[in-house]
């Protein structure tokens, strides 16, 4: 007597995502968020325009004290600086806190998406605005300026990345010590004004003592913009560079210490940050 052998077919499981697909999807729903928040969009569409007047007038009041200041590099430097403040660590700041306190990051944890995932995935609204408004800062100030073409693009582009990463692990660090969007005004101002007055974005480098300057060079924010601005003109504000190699060879310091910084970051972020509210 024989029998007949079946071999079992498994049933299909559910289909698993791919991280990119979930931080995308993460990315679109913040992004619907995003667009309901009408100050937030407000600022991010304004500052550049709010700020192009009264930071100008600031940096000829510095010029007239320092001939040598390259005015120019300064302000589309500083526009840059405020506009990657504003729209990536202020808001995400504001953004993180918020989806805490709703549970949304808590309930985002029991599902595939990593730890890791789930912070980019809530950043990239943010860090897409901050790009395209930084692109927008640059083209308007080389037509309007008729600045020369950059450097070294691709220096640029390292200088972006760098600060991008940096602003999202600041962002994440702030909000540990943030009980409410309300008062996340207060929580990041430490941060903003360092930036503001340490980082070159309202006291050009080269208009400091230098003493004063050398410190400033070590502050978190100051290598990601030193790299912008050397990778566009070629200097940080001391002496030129020369040629494709000369903008490498200046920015090796900024390099080294932008990237300790951000990995130490990204450290503290991924080891502090609340993924639900206090209790």
Same mark, same amino acid.
């Given at each position: 007597?024989?029998?007949?052998?079946?071999?079992?077919?498994?049933?299909?499981?559910?289909?698993?995502?791919?991280?990119?697909?979930?931080?995308?999807?993460?990315?679109?729903?913040?992004?619907?968020?995003?667009?309901?928040?009408?100050?937030? =969009?407000?600022?991010?569409?304004?500052?550049?325009?709010?700020?192009?007047?009264?930071?100008?007038?600031?940096?000829? #009041?510095?010029? #007239?004290? @320092?001939?040598?200041?390259?005015?120019?590099?300064?302000? !589309?430097?500083?526009?840059?600086?405020?506009?990657?403040?504003?729209?990536?660590?202020?808001?995400?700041?504001?953004?993180?806190?918020?989806?805490?306190?709703?549970?949304?990051?808590?309930?985002?944890?029991?599902?595939?998406?990593?730890?890791?995932?789930?912070?980019?995935?809530?950043?990239?609204?943010?860090? =897409?605005?901050?790009? !395209?408004?930084?692109?927008?800062? %640059?083209?308007?100030?080389?037509?309007? /300026? @008729?600045?020369?073409?950059?450097?070294?693009?691709?220096?640029?582009?390292?200088?972006?990345?760098?600060?991008?990463?940096? /602003?999202?692990?600041?962002?994440?660090?702030?909000?540990?010590?943030?009980?409410?969007?309300?008062?996340?005004?207060?929580?990041? /101002?430490?941060?903003?004004?360092?930036?503001?007055?340490?980082?070159?974005? /309202?006291?050009?480098?080269?208009?400091?003592?230098?003493?004063?300057?050398?410190?400033?060079?070590?502050?978190?924010?100051?290598?990601?913009?030193?790299?912008?601005?050397?990778?566009?003109?070629?200097?940080?504000?001391?002496?030129?560079?020369?040629?494709?190699?000369?903008?490498?060879? #200046?920015?090796?310091? @900024?390099? %080294? =210490?932008?990237?300790?910084?951000?990995?130490?970051?990204?450290?503290?972020?991924?080891?502090?940050?609340?993924?639900?509210?206090?209790?």
């Amino acid at each position: 007597m024989t029998t007949a052998a079946t071999t079992a077919t498994p049933a299909a499981g559910p289909a698993t995502t791919t991280a990119a697909g979930r931080i995308l999807a993460l990315g679109r729903a913040e992004a619907t968020l995003l667009l309901r928040n009408r100050s937030a =969009v407000f600022i991010a569409l304004t500052l550049p325009l709010l700020m192009i007047g009264a930071l100008r007038g600031l940096l000829e #009041q510095q010029k #007239q004290d @320092h001939p040598a200041l390259d005015l120019d590099a300064a302000l !589309v430097t500083g526009l840059l600086g405020f506009v990657l403040m504003f729209v990536v660590y202020y808001n995400l700041t504001s953004a993180y806190v918020a989806r805490r306190n709703d549970l949304v990051l808590k309930r985002l944890r029991t599902g595939e998406a990593t730890d890791p995932e789930i912070l980019g995935g809530t950043a990239a609204p943010s860090v =897409v605005l901050g790009l !395209v408004m930084s692109a927008l800062v %640059a083209g308007g100030g080389a037509v309007l /300026l @008729h600045l020369p073409g950059p450097a070294n693009p691709l220096l640029i582009a390292v200088g972006l990345a760098l600060a991008l990463i940096l /602003l999202i692990a600041l962002a994440a660090l702030s909000s540990t010590f943030t009980r409410t969007v309300e008062t996340a005004g207060i929580t990041t /101002l430490p941060v903003m004004l360092i930036t503001q007055f340490g980082s070159g974005l /309202l006291v050009p480098l080269e208009a400091m003592p230098e003493r004063a300057a050398d410190l400033c060079r070590l502050l978190p924010t100051t290598p990601a913009f030193a790299l912008v601005r050397i990778g566009w003109f070629g200097t940080d504000g001391s002496d030129p560079a020369t040629g494709f190699a000369g903008t490498w060879a #200046q920015a090796a310091p @900024h390099l %080294a =210490v932008g990237g300790a910084w951000t990995a130490l970051a990204i450290w503290g972020a991924l080891r502090a940050f609340r993924w639900e509210p206090r209790r």
